[in-house]
């Protein structure tokens, strides 16, 4: 722990050096930044991705449309995944058609718009349970989910309510969570649903083409992290979701982990309730769970938080730059009180007191 605080030191020095004078050290300025930081990033981004989605409304709810038209192709006997939009292929396991079975015969605006009107009411959903400030629902990866008509919005809210089954059905990677958080009785009746659907749904042609869907999506996907480098990386990352504790680490895993991802997958991990992660998620860049877990692992012990390994402290030098550890540590019990755990069921969480929530 000394070794690793005496490299961190000369970091830490500098950073402080730089921003140790006017204007930066300024407390008005800091109580601005505080305030206002965290919900004017995330509308500027968004408002960006807006923009540019309107420019072309080829890809406005792409995501609803594809899978429907896969799910119709499915059900016509033919393979689901040779479905391309703008060379886009359909790469979701076969449980997710499931799901849209019951809109395929619907005309495809009408299927399309109930899929539009779902996620936008789970993006709502998300907000409302976690108790967030209503800027939340400027979350880039959950506005990308909304403007991608992706059933990704739903899968927070289908946990959070018990419904961890339907959620892992929709985005397999929802096991995960689900795993860490020890909600069997989801993950019992998933695997249930999967045994006895598996002789109507397509996984002979799935495993076989597993290899060419896999590599596709890896193609198409914005956030994809060679899995070398995950692999590499995967004693640290481990650590990492140690130190952050069970509750925290459950929602981080997907970002952090997931090989191929496109943005909105970071909605996974607004239960998470840190402010420092999920602005780092907010990152259209590849690796922005990594480097979220990565910096709230260093944030956590520098704070001497109480989590999996007890009373951990760092260096002063280190905890210094990063803030007051008083008073980020006690707001940072004061919102895990609140974080959802594995009995959580409707009634979730406290607002974030201020941005000092880690």
Known sequence: MNAFGSALQPVTTALRRMFDRPPFNSPWIA???????????????????????MQDTTYLFFDARLYLDATRTWLAGEDPWSVQLAGN????PPPTLLVFAPLAPLPPDVGVAIVALAVIGGAIASVR???LPWWWLLFPPLVQSVLSANVQSLIVPLILINGGALAFILKIYAGLPLLILGRWRSLLVATGVLIVTAPVLPWATYVDQFGLISQRLADQSELTLPT????????????ALYVVGRERAAWLVVPAIWPSQQFYYGTIAMPARSQIALALIALPVPGNGLLALGV?????LSRGDRGAWGSIRMPRPLAGALGDPARETQSLHESRRHVPGPGAG?????????????
């Open 31 to 53: 109580a601005l930044v505080l305030r206002y930081g965290l919900p004017t990033w995330f509308a500027i981004e968004s408002v960006l991705g807006i923009a540019v989605a």
């Open 89 to 92: 292929y359909f790469a979701a």
């Open 129 to 131: 349970l976690l108790r």
């Open 228 to 239: 070398g480098l995950l692999l590499l990386l995967s004693p640290l990352v481990v650590a």
């Open 296 to 300: 709230l692992a260093v944030v956590t």
């Open 346 to 358: 409707r009634t979730i969480g406290g607002r974030w007191r201020d941005a000092t929530d880690c």
